[in-house]
């Protein structure tokens, strides 16, 4: 007997510049909180594996570098996320 089972994942990303802990002072903070949300939520409900959305996770966060969405900090709260999404 052979059994594929695969799990469907969908979420909606609501989560706030300081939940992704980039620089608050930037006006632009928001929107690029709002850009790693869309992004994440794309590439999880596209049905893209963990390791994946994470390397297209960390392009997406060089691009707004200057929002320090590259720091360690919301490269963390990235891998959380995952953790959180993709658990067994």
Known sequence: M???IKRIIHIDMTDTADQWELYTDHDFAE???DAL????????NQGM????V???MHVIMNN??????????PRYHLEFLLDQIFEN
């Open 31 to 33: 929107v690029v909180a």
């Open 37 to 44: 949300n869309r992004n994440l939520e794309t590439y999880v």
């Open 54 to 56: 994470r390397q297209m």
């Open 64 to 73: 707004y570098a200057d929002a320090g969405a590259s720091d360690t900090e």
């Open 2 to 4: 052979s059994l594929h």
């Open 49 to 52: 594996p963990k390791e994946r």
